[in-house]
Every structure is written in structure tokens, then in C-alpha cells.
């Protein structure tokens, strides 16, 4: 069995067990935390801390892996990431590279690259991309093992489309796999598709992620027949599309077959600062948005609504094991 990288090095892709493909650690501005966190709301050591106890009670569930899309934009840092995972070691990390961004690219990049000032080769975020996959994530030695960017509300942005594009062109390098954010609302799976399988991208190793915001069983299936994954990803975030919906979808999608192109999670986080810095705010305004509402919750009302053991490993284990199989 191949090999796939986490934080703590390769792990054999049959030990990764059952995996949650789409948690982050934790969602941060580096400017915001740097500015306005320390000294009042940030304190590393309690964060940090938080994170263990948390991600062990996931760990404790029987969750073996999560693959943390957290990239540039999103606030990754490995070394933090690293002091978490020697605390709870019974959990793989899978670490990602990419961008996200819902419109431009960041001033990095804006005078660099294709179409700018400083138009030389190739873009430069390529290079990034492919540094952190085969080399290693800035002097950690830890390497990411799979690609992120995203399609949100606004669409196809030209920043966009160059983040597109270079991700595509580091899965061409490097054979990574991919895990795109979209906007259900606007079928931004169809876009991703489209765009991805022009440039090239092995579609099979493409989560579509947040396709499970959708209950539409058309769309959903149009993007399954790609070869592209659905990311399930987001129960708890009732908000958005409550768990019973979520539940059903996957239960009218497994009935139709598509047991193979489904993976599940969801999109939480130990400490996200979109909501400001009180901590009690993400329970108390979505109090499923937690790592333990899957197996609490979800995978008794799957069963409920017909879904068998076999399909559960499959969206688990098999399915994530294949995507991180090069
Ligand atoms: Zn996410």
C-alpha cells in the first residue's frame, strides 16, 4: 500500500481507517491573532489545548484521520498543528496546500504571475504548491497530501480561475488530489468540473466539497457521473441545510449507487475567528457544528433511513483511502 503524507509522516494508505475529509484544526486570520487576539482574546497555550481535548473526543469515536483543508487564506499553521498531534497520536492530520479566496488573488501574487507586471513562466503559485507536497510546508518537514481552492458566490473570478488553474497545474505535477470549496446555490460543482476537467485534472481524485449544502439529487448526480466525490461535508451546519435533508440525500444517492463518490464531515473547526472571539458563539448559534455529531447523530439516522454498514465503510474508508492513493 502506498504511502500518504500527515503532520507526523507517511502514514500506509489501508491504515487510515475511518476518515473525515474536510475538518480544520482551527480557521484563523495570522493579522487578525497577531493584532487583536494576543493579550486579549488569543491565548495560544489554552487554545492549543482546547484543540487536544477536542480532537481526542473524535479520536475516541474510532475517527483514525481528518484531512484539514486549511490553507493560505484560512489561516494554516503547521508548527501549531504539529504540537497538537504529538497530544493525540492516535489521530492522522492530513496537512493541504492551495489558496482560498472568493474573489482575488492576494497582493503576493498580484504582480506576479501570468497576465501581471512580472510576467515570467509558469505561475508562481504552482511552484508554492508543489514545494509544500514534495518538499515539505515552510522548514516542518511536514508535507501536505492534497490541494484546496474554491468557487464561492461571486463564481468564476479572473483570481479565481488563476487559483483554479495553478492547483490543476500542481495536481498535473505532483498527481495530488484536489478538494474544491463551491457554493451549492450557484451548482459551482459544475463550474469546478467543467474548469478542472479542461485542464486536465483526474476528476476521480476531485472532492467537490460542500456539495452535501444541495438536496438536488440531479445536480448532485451530474456531478457524481463526472468521476468527482461529494463532499457531505458540512453537517451541523443546520443553518445552511439541516442534518434530516442532508441525511436524506445521502440515503436517496446511496439507494442510486452513488456510495462510491460520497465522503462525509463537517467543515468544523476547534476555534474559527469569522464570529468574533468569544468562543460560546459558533455552539450556541449551530450546536450540531461539532466533531462528534457524525457518529453521534448522523450514522444512526443514515442507518435509519437505509443506509447499510457496507456503504457507511465505503463513504468512510474506502472512498477516502482511494482519493489519497496515488
Ligand atoms: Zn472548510
Known amino acids: 500500500m502506498p504511502a500518504v503524507e500527515t503532520v507526523r509522516g507517511p502514514v500506509e494508505a489501508g491504515e487510515l481507517g475511518r476518515t473525515f475529509m474536510h475538518e480544520h484544526v482551527f480557521v484563523l486570520g495570522t493579522e487578525n491573532v497577531q493584532n487583536y487576539g494576543a493579550g486579549d482574546w488569543w491565548d495560544e497555550d ?29 489561516g494554516r499553521y503547521i508548527p501549531r498543528i504539529q504540537r497538537i498531534n504529538e497530544q493525540v ?11 482560498y ?5 492576494p497582493f503576493q501574487f498580484h504582480h506576479r504571475g501570468p497576465g501581471t507586471m512580472l510576467d515570467a513562466g ?12 514534495t518538499e515539505g510546508i515552510g522548514g516542518t518537514g511536514v508535507k501536505a497530501a492534497f490541494l484546496k481552492c474554491a468557487v464561492d458566490a461571486p463564481g468564476l473570478t479572473p483570481g479565481v480561475e488563476r ?3 495553478a492547483v490543476a497545474g500542481a495536481h498535473r505535477e505532483t498527481g495530488a488530489p484536489l478538494t474544491v470549496h463551491t457554493e451549492s446555490s450557484i451548482h459551482a460543482g459544475r463550474t469546478v468540473v467543467d474548469l478542472l476537467g479542461k485542464e ?11 456539495a452535501g449544502d444541495s438536496n438536488d439529487l440531479d445536480y448532485l448526480a451530474e456531478l457524481a457521473d463526472s468521476g468527482a466525490i461529494l463532499g457531505m461535508d458540512r453537517f451541523g451546519l443546520d443553518i445552511i441545510n439541516p442534518t434530516e435533508n442532508r441525511v436524506a440525500t445521502i440515503a436517496a444517492l446511496c439507494e442510486r449507487g452513488y456510495a462510491d463518490r460520497i465522503v462525509l464531515s463537517h467543515d468544523a473547526s476547534c476555534f474559527i ?26 450514522l444512526p439516522a443514515l442507518r435509519a433511513a437505509g443506509v447499510g454498514d457496507a456503504q457507511i465503510d465505503q463513504m468512510l474508508v474506502a472512498n477516502p483511502r482511494r482519493y489519497f492513493t496515488r
Do not use: C, S
Not at 475567528?273 to 448522523?298: C, E, K, L, S
Open 46 to 74: 489554552e487554545k492549543v489545548a482546547d484543540a487536544v481535548a477536542k480532537l481526542r473526543e473524535l479520536a475516541d469515536r474510532g475517527i483514525r484521520t481528518i484531512a484539514d483543508p486549511t490553507v493560505w487564506g484560512l
Open 200 to 210: 486536465g485534472v483526474d476528476l476521480t481524485k476531485v472532492v467537490i466539497g460542500h
Open 163 to 165: 487559483v483554479l488553474r
Open 122 to 133: 509558469p505561475d508562481p503559485m504552482i511552484a508554492d504548491f508543489v514545494r509544500d507536497l
Open 273 to 298: 475567528d469569522w464570529f468574533g472571539p468569544d468562543p460560546a458563539t459558533v455552539p450556541a448559534m449551530q450546536p450540531n457544528w461539532h466533531y462528534r455529531h457524525i457518529t453521534d447523530d448522523v
Open 89 to 99: 497520536p492516535e489521530l492522522n492530520i492530513i496537512a493541504a496546500t492551495g489558496l
Open 101 to 105: 479566496t472568493y474573489n482575488d488573488v
